[in-house]
Structures are given as structure tokens and as C-alpha cells.
T-cell receptor, first 116, second 110 residues
């Protein structure tokens, strides 16, 4: 059973370019979460999505950041006009719709964004 | 504001030297306390979920316990391969999303 798949694993963008990070949840999982991890800081929640719906985006910066989880295909985290402060590891996680073990979420290996 | 606080920030142990990591939380209506392990350059790996005070769970040299205000991750006779950052997290009320502590970086020397 494949885990949460993220790509690209590493991405370098120049200031002002766009970054697109993709996430395929574990098989059977319909909830997707995006987290950001900055050096010396913990994991910070960004957005929680279900298929075609954004459930909670309280951790998402108001500008330049957007996320989607379409009916078909992976979830996408999009960062427009990147700045150096966007350099971080971005982690996607997923959980099943009905999890008997509670709301355990499982993480991918992350996408490391470097803005130069 | 819901908070999850971990201590110590870093811990250095000799191989075989047992110790405990602490996670205190102020999340109202707690619906589980989660422990993860994170290796450098990797995503967090799920370890345990605890749901009620007094609950304990074990996995190899790790044992997690939960009280009404905090959780402990006990490491018995650690080995160098236990070196990692250990994260605890609690779900936001009403949602599945997790609020994470900053983690404890554990280094076990041979």
C-alpha cells in the first residue's frame, strides 16, 4: 500500500516565479492536509481539504498561496510570486474518511522549496 | 489559543541511558494526543495515538503515556538508531487537523 506521495521532492525557484507542489494521498484516503516546516520551527498547519472542498484554510497566508484537491488527480499547493521567505519544507498528509483508529494523519516525505 | 509544548528542546543520551520526553497541552476537549518521529530530510512517521488519561502504548523501546495535562514518551535503553526528532500533536477542536509542538531532538551516542 503506497504511502502519501509528494513531488517534486526538491524544487528551486527564482524570486517571482511560481511553485506547484503535488500530493497524492494514501489509497482510500479522502482528507488531505498541507503543513509547512521552517528551519528552527515546528510543523505549521496550512490547509485542510477534502475532494473539491477546502475545509479549513486558517493557516494559509492570505496572498500568493492557494490549494486545491480536485475530484480527479492530486492535491496541488500553489505559491505564486515566490519570495525567499517561502523557502521551507512543505509536507502533505492524508487520513481516511472513516478512521476507526481516530483521526490519525500520515505524512509524505515532503517537498523542499528553495527560492534563490 | 490551543498550544502544544514539548521539553526539552534537545536531549543527548548515551546508549542504554533511559529517559523521558514531555509534551504538555492546553487543547480544550482533547480528542487524542499523537506522537510522531521525524528523521532529517524525511516526513513525520506516526508512532502512537493516546485517547484517555491513564492510557499507555508501547513500541519496541518506546512507551507513551497520557495524563489530563501532559504526555510522556519514555525511551528505555535507547540505541543510536533512536536518534531523531520526536513530535507530539493534538487535534484542533472540531477538525482533524493537528497542532504540533516544536519537537525534542534526541541524539543517542554509542
Amino acid at each position: 500500500n503506497a504511502g502519501v506521495m509528494q513531488n517534486p521532492r526538491h524544487l528551486v525557484r527564482r524570486r517571482g516565479q511560481e511553485a506547484r507542489l503535488r500530493c497524492s494521498p494514501m489509497k482510500g484516503h479522502s482528507h488531505v492536509y498541507w503543513y509547512r516546516q521552517l528551519p528552527e520551527e515546528g510543523l505549521k498547519f496550512m490547509v485542510y481539504l477534502q475532494k473539491e472542498n477546502i475545509i479549513d484554510e486558517s493557516g494559509m497566508p492570505k496572498e500568493r498561496f492557494s490549494a486545491e484537491f480536485p475530484k480527479e488527480g492530486p492535491s496541488i499547493l500553489r505559491i505564486q510570486q515566490v519570495v525567499r521567505g517561502d523557502s521551507a519544507a512543505y509536507f502533505c498528509a492524508s487520513s481516511p474518511l472513516d478512521d476507526e483508529t481516530g483521526n490519525t494523519i500520515y505524512f509524505g516525505e515532503g517537498s523542499w522549496l528553495t527560492v534563490v | 489559543e490551543d498550544q502544544v509544548t514539548q521539553s526539552p528542546e534537545a536531549l543527548r543520551l548515551q546508549e542504554g541511558e533511559s529517559s523521558s520526553l514531555n509534551c504538555s497541552y492546553t487543547v480544550s476537549g482533547l480528542r487524542g494526543l499523537f506522537w510522531y518521529r521525524q528523521d532529517p530530510g524525511k516526513g513525520p512517521e506516526f508512532l502512537f495515538t493516546l485517547y484517555s488519561a491513564g492510557e499507555e502504548k508501547e513500541k519496541e523501546r518506546l512507551k507513551a503515556t497520557l495524563t489530563k495535562k501532559e504526555s510522556f514518551l519514555h525511551i528505555t535503553a535507547p540505541k543510536p538508531e533512536d536518534s531523531a526528532t520526536y513530535l507530539c500533536a493534538a487535534p484542533k477542536p472540531g477538525y482533524s487537523t493537528l497542532t504540533f509542538g516544536k519537537g525534542t531532538m534526541l541524539l543517542v551516542s554509542p
